[in-house]
């Protein structure tokens, strides 16, 4: 089955530095891949999501990145402000049917003002 | 936006108890999961409901755990004898269609096992 690797485990940038966090996937039949953010205490919640015949895809200061090739896809935070500070992750799954999202560990951003 | 709604929001229980977790997806949603999450660590899935049937579980998924959606807006999730190491936070989810479609998570219920 899909295994989802993310990196770092925690950052730390200073208020309106761009943040980046990376992950790969092991099953190249994956082809949706989408970015959850977690408050403290709060359920996640779908901020970006990138499909396998985009390479790239952005809203406003976040943006994901895909490379099929390679099986790796990264999150692009700019600017960041405060309260960015979260956990974020990354899962990955493919399309057909009703395939389970595989997470990421997550990704403990913390943006310092 | 609607929302997935989970109750309670918290569950406190004695080892070996049973418990019913609660959820009502959005109305024209047709997949629903159960995923948990313990403290500090990644979103784990659980299982997955679809037709009226489970269509994948994961290992976690137990016989000692259950689903049901007894009518057409409930699901249930329920762990006939609690261990410890159930508890976790508890997150229902459901989805309009298969694949790649935005999947809404409920604010969780957090379960601790005493």
């Known amino acids: 089955g899909e295994n989802v690797e993310q990196h770092p485990s925690t950052l730390s940038v200073q208020e309106g530095d761009s943040a980046v966090i990376k992950c790969t996937y092991s099953?190249?039949?994956?082809?949706?891949f989408p970015w959850y953010k977690q408050e403290l205490g709060k359920r996640p919640q779908l901020i970006i999501d990138i499909r396998s015949n985009v390479g790239e895809k952005k809203d406003q200061r976040i943006a994901v990145t895909l490379n099929k090739t390679a099986k790796h896809f990264s999150l692009h935070i700019t600017e960041t402000q405060p309260e960015d500070s979260a956990v974020y992750f990354c899962a990955a799954n493919y399309r057909s049917g009703n395939t389970p999202l595989v997470f990421g560990k997550g990704t403990r951003l913390s943006v310092i003002a | 936006e609607p929302e997935v709604t989970q109750t309670p929001s918290h569950q406190v229980t004695q080892m070996g108890q049973e418990v019913i977790l609660r959820c009502v997806p959005i109305s024209n949603h047709l997949y629903f999961y159960w995923y948990r999450q313990i403290l500090g660590q990644k979103v784990e899935f659980l299982v997955s409901?679809?037709?009226?049937?489970?269509?994948?579980k994961s290992e976690i998924f137990d016989d000692q755990f259950s689903v049901e959606r007894p009518d057409g807006s409930n699901f249930t999730l329920k762990i006939r004898s609690t261990k410890l190491e159930d508890s976790a936070m508890y997150f229902c989810?459901?989805?309009?269609?298969?694949?790649?479609?935005?999947?809404?998570f409920g604010s969780g219920t957090q379960l601790s096992v005493l």
């Open positions: 099953d190249s039949a994956s082809n949706y």
């Open positions: 409901f679809y037709n009226n049937e489970i269509s994948e």
């Open positions: 989810a459901s989805k309009w269609t298969g694949g790649g479609e935005k999947l809404f």
